[in-house]
């Protein structure tokens, strides 16, 4: 998806930012005018705010509620519309939708570290994306898709594992210093 320069973001403490994994995944993004997106994990609001200035039906979820006041602020500062609410994965969820997409938390931790929600992924770093594509499927739209980012830091084994379901197909990736992040594009089988 191309950016919309006009888009101005505003963050706050304690929301997950705007950071190079999350332009990795609004880059992947091919959203099309009217079409049912649901954003899990929204944080501030840039990528569901850059589908809505796209044409997109926006639904953006959040455990965090600050993240949602963020993501419904920066909707109204620009001038589109989203749903947002509170949600843990699809707790709260109702519809279908013909894209899913999203960055969750995949950074590796023990479990004697004090952990951030919006970065841990537990021990192997695929916690949180196992709950989230066990539970995806009825969500979807017949020829909807799923887009998540994954990192060379996640438990290769276990994402091996959790994507077994799943027609994947790479849509981009980006070496950074420490890893690799890839951008999956996931149809369930």
């Not at 993501?71 to 707790?91: G, K, M, W, Y």
């Not at 009825?138 to 091996?160: C, H, Q, T, Y």
Request: negative net charge.
């Amino acid at each position: 998806m191309r950016l919309d320069p006009s888009v101005d973001i505003r963050e706050c403490a304690e929301v997950y930012p705007p950071r190079e994994d999350t332009f990795l995944l609004l880059k992947a993004v091919d959203v099309g005018e009217g079409e049912k997106v649901l954003e899990m994990g929204c944080g501030s609001g840039m990528i569901g705010v850059q589908m809505a200035k796209s044409g997109a039906r926006v639904t953006a979820v959040d455990v965090n509620p600050k993240a949602i006041r963020r993501t419904l602020a920066n909707a109204a500062s620009n001038r589109v519309e989203i749903i947002a609410f509170r949600s843990d994965l699809f707790s709260e969820v109702k519809g279908t939708f013909d894209m899913i997409l999203f960055n969750p938390p995949y950074l590796p931790v023990a479990e004697e570290e004090r952990v951030e929600a919006s970065w841990s992924g537990g021990r192997d770093g695929t916690d949180v994306v196992k709950r989230f594509l066990a539970d995806a499927p009825p969500f979807l739209n017949p020829a909807g898709r799923i887009l998540v980012l994954v990192s060379s830091l996640m438990s290769e084994e276990a994402l091996s594992t959790l994507l077994s379901g799943y027609e994947a197909e790479v849509l981009s990736t980006e070496r950074m210093f420490f890893e690799e992040l890839r951008v999956l594009q996931l149809r369930p089988l």
